[in-house]
């Protein structure tokens, strides 16, 4: 549950009426828009809840239970699409305006003040332990010059354009009816083999979840859920064609969290690869959010394996970059194949950290000794603290990257959030290391509210980028399309 960039003021866009799918149930507008004029009661009374912070003793056991691997087949999708393949589990209650973000008047606040566990975590022994996993075989790598390379032409943005919301109530793949995904974000993609994309979100949420923002672990709380996407005509939109589920009608939780604030909250991916048959996944551990928007710490950023197309999920016990002192500079990492290596683009935790880059031999993804970090111009092996010495590649900060390179252009493109800007930006350059060139505004605050993310769907080519952007206020995601020239 990333929260969200601090929205920019600009004058709303006209009222107008929420988007409907084909089954004519009411989804979300992320632009923001004017109250509707036709509204003469209050669209219910805004509460300003100040929470009070209680200590509360937490055993927390270590290493704690096994991950569920629980696993079944898909249940067949109906011939209508507007029918739901488990009415037994699911209703089609379409939530009422009340329950939409925006619109509407609003009434005097109402402030109320309540308690809030704030958990202290006590470590004892218990639980499984897991499978031991052998020792990667040191690998060191020697230093290699790596200078930057001439700047590529900036690209300019024609337009970008909303193409579908993706996820939640009223979207085309009606999330919530067929795999109880009511609220996620997030939404990064990469091919696991030919004609088929895999599609993972971030915190979800199912039955009982309302807008806006995250919800709690009392309404189907899953850290993290991945789904399968085979069109190739992104204009009209990215449908998801499943998700791995675990029970009836109910999208799983692959990459498991103990979720425990001020151990490991939650467990959020951050990028996904395959190299081969098998498929990885980095992730980061968080241990709390902060109640500053925009900021949280992590335990670690680490890779995660999969060797049944992204079924079940091994976390490596030996590739995580421990976050000491909250210095580390690879917690939110994006890795990305090219030719022998897998380019590793890392920013610290939160959303105000520089963006470093690293490298390892596409055979070696989880053995750390293997990795190489860029320093002033050169790979420099993994040996102390070269990670914390990690050249940053642009100037100011970024967030939640997501990294393309684009055969059709021989170009790489990267996007992100800079929160300073309030932007969704695009650099582009021809070699990781770049130089790259000056954000392009793919989209700001302004527009799109409370908008994070921007992950590039690997199908893009040339002109057409194609990307997805959660929105905080109604929590699901949109595929976006920017036309490049």
Known sequence: MLLPATPAGATPHPW???????????GFDPLDRQSNPHDTEPQGNVTIRIPVPVPQIVTVQVPGPK??????????LPADPCA????????DTTPSPADQPGGG?????????????EPIPIVVPGGESPEPQASPTPAVQPATPAPVSAPVAPV???????VNQVTGHGSVNRTDTRWSVDGTDLGLMWETKPGQVAVVFGDTFGKGWKPTGAGTDKQD???????????????????LDDFVQNSRCHAAEILDSRKI????????PTSGFAVGDRQYLTYMSVNRWSKIPGMWWTNLGGIAWSDDNGRTWTKSQWARWDNLFGLGRFQVATMVPHGDYVYMFGTPNGRLGVIGLARVPADQVLNKSAYQYWVNGAWIPADGANELLATPLVSGTASELSVHYDPESSQWQMVYLDTVRQQIVLRTAAEPQGAWTDPVPLLNTQDYPTAYGGFIHPWSAGKDLYFTMSAWNSYNVYLMHATLN
């Open 261 to 268: 604030k001020n151990f490991e909250t939650t467990t959020i």
């Open 16 to 26: 107008a009426p929420a988007p409907m799918n084909s089954c004519g149930e009411t």
């Open 67 to 76: 991950p569920d691997d629980t696993r079944v087949d898909s249940v067949t």
């Open 105 to 117: 008047s609003a009434s005097l606040p109402r402030l109320e003040i309540a308690t809030e566990p």
């Open 156 to 162: 300019r943005v024609d337009s970008v354009e909303l």
């Open 84 to 91: 739901s393949p488990c009415p037994d589990i699911r209703d």
């Open 221 to 239: 709380w899953r850290s993290n859920v991945i789904a399968y996407s085979s069109n190739r005509d992104l204009s009209q939109g990215l449908v």
